[in-house]
């Protein structure tokens, strides 16, 4: 069992959070400030910018009026309120914006985010950052836990979060987003793994038939040097170039395979694979 938080975005019963909250959940409650309690489905979740939307059966439940993220600045008021703890349902926390692009990796995912100096505690993940209007600015859905450490606190910007949101609830995940269709593996020196004989870098380990790499004759066990002119040391990397990028744009890749660098062009495709 775990709990976390999250916010209502319509008052037909959808409700945003975080995909780390509720991915691998057999089952999920979600209890109003009230004290009612709902049965939850997942409507959809994103594991690359740790998003979902879950739904509940309600009608008229008042939902939050959404800010615009990308006029923040250094020093704006900031409010948190969530679920700390997985009990304390309804806590208000206070602050200010300590960053606004704040580049964070999270499980392997790099995001842009907003940091905060408002108190996040365990269970305060999916729950939302507020501005002094009460407009929805951020999605709490990470803090700086190490021994020492306050005031450390992350949030998902809302702006460029909408559009997320809004595919996962007509069609459960994420479809704009550009795609090698492949499976890649960091090595490092230190890594132990079958690729011990190679180079540190990104590799292609697996290709889906008929996919964009597959069509660009990309072949398992390249290792990417670089894509659309940036250098490439890790899968972070490659995924930094995707976001820049949407369905149908043509992006040149250079690869070494055995010992030779090959150049191809990539037309990019939907995800062939759901989060």
């Known amino acids: 069992q775990g709990a976390g938080s999250g916010v209502i975005i319509s008052k037909d019963g959808y409700i945003v959070t975080n995909n780390h909250v509720v991915s691998g959940a057999t089952s999920l409650k979600v209890t109003t400030t009230d004290g009612t309690e709902y049965d939850a489905s997942v409507v959809g979740k994103d594991s690359q910018t740790d998003l979902a939307v879950i739904k509940v059966d309600a009608n008229n439940l008042q939902a939050a009026t959404l800010g615009d993220s990308d006029i923040l600045q250094v020093g704006d008021p900031a409010i948190a309120i969530g679920n700390p703890l997985g009990e304390l349902g309804g806590t208000v926390t206070t602050g200010i914006i300590s960053a606004t692009d704040r580049q964070i990796t ?9 940091q905060t100096d408002a108190a996040i505690n365990p269970g305060n993940s999916g729950g939302g950052l507020f ?4 407009n929805l600015i951020g999605i709490v859905n990470a803090k700086e836990s190490s021994t020492g450490i306050e005031g450390l606190g992350f949030a998902i910007p809302i702006t460029p979060a909408q559009d997320i949101i809004t595919e996962l609830m007509q069609n459960g995940s994420v479809t704009s987003r550009p795609a090698l269709n492949v499976s890649l593996y960091d090595y490092t020196s230190n890594n132990q793994s079958q690729y011990s ?3 540190d870098g990104c590799y292609i380990v697996q290709i889906v038939k008929n996919g964009a790499a597959d069509k660009a004759g990309l072949k398992q066990n390249d290792r990417i040097l670089s894509f ?7 899968t972070s990397d490659v995924k930094n170039v995707l976001k820049k990028h949407k369905i149908g744009d043509t992006v040149k890749m250079v690869v070494e395979r055995d010992s030779k660098k090959v150049t191809v062009e990539i037309t990019l495709q939907a995800q062939t694979q759901t989060n």
Request: glycine share 8%; aromatic share 4%.
């Open 106 to 114: 999270i499980d392997d995912e790099t995001m842009t985010l907003l």
């Open 131 to 134: 501005n002094a209007d009460g």
């Open 197 to 199: 004989k190679y180079e």
């Open 228 to 234: 659309d002119g940036e250098q490439i040391q890790s």
